[in-house]
């Protein structure tokens, strides 16, 4: 047996993988591998580089489990499988009147993986997608299934981001909007004129962000633009509701469903960290992480990527609390990235940064109570679903158990 991610960096040889095409084989194989004594790792599409999924027990794959199962047009509520992926989901929505209300550029992620751990669009005004959740089915480690919904809040919250650690997730009930067209539109600037205006810029466009070039390498990397953008350039990139008659091509211009135009086609050939900086000191910490990596790491050959998320109140959200920035950095997968990742969570640690679930970053349980004050809410919840740990592994022990005393950095 074989498991492996997206980007091929992480693997694991289980005794078992499972793909279940209902939530009664879910139970089925949840059962047989406690009665094994195994754990059970949850696997969406392997979107996350760090091991979350890695286990030598039971791997439920859960890609067959799929589609539609309820839709309400009036209230813009819909139930969803888990194993199905946004680039699906997007046209199934479109064919009800509906829309995902933010998403992020990769679409090839399963629904709950991407929910179980924070993953985001941009859009100050927009959380991410772990908000838009309202209720769940959650097989737990006996084969008995949790509701959560609502009448259960400190449930939802922590099933909001989950990490796979409560059970798992075979049905989310989700808020939507109504169906809406996007038009996009790319525009360099310097680094300079950003700063200048990029507190105005969020302010008018329901979608905002921008890439920051820090060297000329890293502006050749994923964009082909006219005039060739240069080393310490920033390229923005706005979306907004498009109108009746707003072409479809102006430049750099582009329009259709959201779910088109959010998405960016991209391919596993990077790693990433990425934190989240209270939107206060967003404009301190990137000016800091700038000139660190012009000073430090003159050739960092790849983009950074900056956004803008709302706060919400689940307990493991990055977002929890807080409105935030989303700092990303990546690195050529393959490549030595462990000095410029480590300088740059040593700036992000300075602002209090979170990191995201799904990609690198040193912490373990001691940091994270510092970062997360309900964590211990979230691990009493998780006490109760999952009393044996059957949903952990050990880098989810690390990062949820609690810390040893003096352990913290």
């Not at 979608?207 to 953008?229: K, M, Q």
Request: charged letters at 25%; one cysteine or more.
């Amino acid at each position: 047996m074989h498991w492996e991610n997206w980007y091929g960096n992480q693997r694991c040889s289980p005794d078992h993988v499972v793909a279940p095409r209902s939530e009664e084989e879910v139970a089925e194989a949840v059962i047989a591998a406690c009665a094994r004594g195994r754990t059970v790792r949850p696997a969406g599409s392997g979107h996350s580089n760090v091991p979350l999924v890695p286990t030598d027990g039971t791997v439920l794959d859960l890609q067959r489990l799929t589609g539609l199962v309820a839709v309400d047009a009036a209230t813009r509520q819909v139930t969803v499988r888990a194993g199905t992926r946004i680039r699906d989901l997007g046209p199934m929505l479109w064919e009800h009147g509906l829309s995902l209300t933010n998403q992020g550029d990769i679409d090839g992620q399963q629904i709950a993986g991407a929910i179980a751990t924070g993953t985001h669009g941009t859009g100050i005004g927009l959380g991410s997608l772990s908000s838009a959740l309202l209720g769940a089915r959650i097989v737990r480690a006996d084969g008995t299934v949790a509701t959560v919904d609502l009448s259960t809040p400190d449930e939802l919250r922590a099933a909001r981001t989950s990490l796979g650690a409560l059970g798992v997730l075979t049905e989310l009930t989700l808020q939507v909007s109504a169906a809406y067209a996007l038009v996009a539109q790319l525009e360099p600037c310097s680094w300079d004129e950003l700063m200048v205006g990029w507190r105005e810029r969020l302010r008018q466009h329901r979608h905002f962000l921008f890439y920051w070039f820090p060297s000329e390498a890293a502006a050749r990397a994923w964009f082909h633009h006219d005039p060739p953008l240069r080393a310490d350039s920033v390229l923005v990139r706005t979306m907004d509701p498009a109108h009746p008659g707003t072409p479809s091509e102006d430049g750099d211009r582009r329009r259709g469903p959201a779910f088109q135009v959010f998405a960016d086609p991209s391919e596993p050939d990077f790693h990433e960290l990425e934190f989240m900086v209270p939107i206060e000191r967003a404009e301190e910490a990137l000016g800091e992480l700038r000139e660190m990596l012009l000073s430090a790491h003159p050739g960092h050959a790849l983009p950074l990527e900056v956004r803008f998320v709302a706060a919400d109140d689940a307990f493991l959200s990055p977002f929890a609390g807080r409105a935030s920035c989303s700092i990303s950095v990546s690195g050529v997968l393959g490549e030595d990235n462990a000095t410029v990742f480590a300088d740059c969570e040593r700036v992000f640690a300075r602002y209090d940064g979170r990191p995201h679930w799904g990609k690198w970053h040193p912490y373990d349980a001691a940091e994270l109570e510092r970062l997360y004050p309900d964590l211990d809410r979230f691990r009493k919840v998780r006490e109760e679903l999952d009393p044996g740990g059957t949903f952990t592994n050990p880098y989810l022990g690390a990062l949820l158990d609690r810390a040893r005393e003096g352990a913290a950095r």
